[in-house]
Nanobody, 123 residues
Framework: QVRLGVSGGGLVQAGGSLRLSCAASGSISSIKTMDWHRQAPGKQRELVAGITDGGSSNYADSVKGRFTISTDVAKNTVYLQMNNLNPEDTAVYYC?????????????????WGQGTQVTVSS
């Protein structure tokens, strides 16, 4: 079992910055990837940025060069630093973790979600 605690978010003017935090607890060692998703009103949830347990990261084209995902292993926390925000970034942001349990000949992935946090960017 993995639990995700999300903090950060809020209201910021266009061009501003925010940092989201996602603290993982529980079966930390089973986590393979952690990522941030967002969902704007009337739109589908989309992947924003992700990072693997090996440190590889990936970003949605819309946030490349503006957002940075990073980890603090000692704190079991993943961060999303968001710079140069624009109104199109307004959404509820969610932290997601994929954990893997394997043994013998089986391997099963489990998905965990943190609570959403609202990010609002005013023009």
């Amino acid at each position: 079992q993995v639990r995700l605690g999300v903090s950060g978010g809020g209201l910021v003017q266009a061009g501003g910055s925010l940092r989201l935090s996602c603290a993982a607890s529980g079966s930390i060692s089973s986590i393979k990837t952690m990522d941030w998703h967002r969902q704007a009103p009337g739109k589908q949830r989309e992947l924003v940025a992700g990072i693997t347990d090996g440190g590889s990261s990936n970003y949605a084209d819309s946030v490349k060069g503006r957002f940075t995902i990073s980890t603090d292993v000692a704190k079991n926390t993943v961060y999303l630093q968001m710079n140069n925000l624009n109104p199109e970034d307004t959404a509820v942001y969610y932290c997601h973790a994929r954990a893997r349990r394997s043994g013998g000949s089986y391997s099963v992935d489990y998905d965990y979600w943190g609570q959403g946090t609202q990010v609002t960017v005013s023009s």
